[in-house]
């Protein structure tokens, strides 16, 4: 069988609301961002695992809001000038003291004018090892929401997006054949969809359970 030649040309994951697929694990925490204009003290922190989807819905808020969202680690000028603002990792700057006075002074700018706040993190932040006792203090007084590992209808629900959304149809069985094989992850997802189009590029196959198990090893 002539093999064809399989091009990783990059994607995009699409942010937006449309591709927000809502499940048990994710609904409490999207309910939360929705209702962001009565956020206790203007502030919010979405909390959850690698894979759970804390970036993609810190994109509907923005998207939604018109906010701006920007790294903890290195959030530009325009931080400072935001109403609506999304921080993500928060966690990963504790212990730069630059980087939690940065965050400080944004904290309250943000909030002076009367603006909203969305801070991220893997854990909730009362667990932030901050070491700016008052940026400690202030963050642990958000409100928390938290996303969950993705349960199996979420898992099926973005295995079959993924795969639209590199126009392949998967043969019957697959899906429910992989969703007990992966880890409760977004990024396992679309690890396992990319490996599996790159196959059935260079293998002229289907993608099927037989194309999985030999490139997945499952």
Known sequence: MRRQLALDLGRRPALGRDAFLVSSANAAALAAIDAWERWPGGKQALVG????????LAHVWAESAGALVVPAAAPGPDALDARLLAVEDVGRIAGDRAAEERLFHIHNAV????????????????????????????????????????????????????????HIRPRPGLIGWLVPRLERSFAAAEAAVARL???ALSQNRA???????????M
Do not use: C, I, N, Y
């Open 49 to 56: 695992a690698a894979g759970t989807g804390k970036t993609h």
């Open 197 to 199: 189009d790159q196959a």
């Open 207 to 217: 993608v099927g359970v037989r194309l999985a198990a030999r490139t997945l090893q």
């Open 111 to 166: 909030l002076a004018r009367g603006g909203r706040l969305l801070l991220t993190g893997r854990a909730p932040p009362s667990r932030w090892p901050l070491v700016l006792p008052d940026l400690a203090s202030r963050v642990a007084a958000a409100g928390v929401a938290r996303l969950d590992p993705p349960d199996e209808a979420l898992m099926a629900g973005v295995l079959l997006k993924l795969f639209a959304d590199r």
